[in-house]
């Protein structure tokens, strides 16, 4: 999608600091970190939501890589949050399917 800004992180079109990418998925520094390790992981392919998800395949991709990275990463033993916020009262600003990464202080629950 032309105007979406994590499709033109995916394409390259925009420099980010990314820290993994493969033929499906691509993981970057959240630009307004809420943790002291803040990742997104996101299909390159434009989807818009986890709502919107058509194929199981995407699923294994982004959860794989999500939690190979915090094992890489180390953030395993101190433990680590994953988010996918749907819609609009799930609190997704970006549409464009992402998973938050997050780690390095303690998470509540419930979330705000
Ligand atoms: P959500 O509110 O779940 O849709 O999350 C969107 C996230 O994208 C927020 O945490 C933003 O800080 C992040 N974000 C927006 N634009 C960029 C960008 N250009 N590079 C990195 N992260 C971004
Ligand atoms: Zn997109």
Same mark, same amino acid.
């Given at each position: 999608m032309s105007d979406c800004i994590f499709c033109k992180i995916a394409k390259g079109e925009i420099p980010t600091d990314f820290v993994y990418q493969d033929e499906s998925v691509m993981v970057f520094k959240d630009i307004n970190p809420q943790a002291p390790t803040h990742l997104l992981v996101i299909p390159k392919?434009?989807? %818009?939501?986890?709502?919107? %998800?058509?194929?199981l395949s995407v699923w294994a991709n982004l959860m794989g890589r999500a939690v190979e990275v915090a094992k890489r990463l180390n953030l395993d033993t101190p433990g680590f949050r994953m988010v996918i916020n749907t819609g609009e009262q799930g609190g997704q600003t970006v549409s464009h399917l992402h998973l938050h990464l997050l780690s390095g202080r303690h998470f509540g629950w419930p979330p705000g």
């Amino acid at each position: 999608m032309s105007d979406c800004i994590f499709c033109k992180i995916a394409k390259g079109e925009i420099p980010t600091d990314f820290v993994y990418q493969d033929e499906s998925v691509m993981v970057f520094k959240d630009i307004n970190p809420q943790a002291p390790t803040h990742l997104l992981v996101i299909p390159k392919r434009h989807i %818009v939501s986890a709502a919107e %998800v058509d194929d199981l395949s995407v699923w294994a991709n982004l959860m794989g890589r999500a939690v190979e990275v915090a094992k890489r990463l180390n953030l395993d033993t101190p433990g680590f949050r994953m988010v996918i916020n749907t819609g609009e009262q799930g609190g997704q600003t970006v549409s464009h399917l992402h998973l938050h990464l997050l780690s390095g202080r303690h998470f509540g629950w419930p979330p705000g």
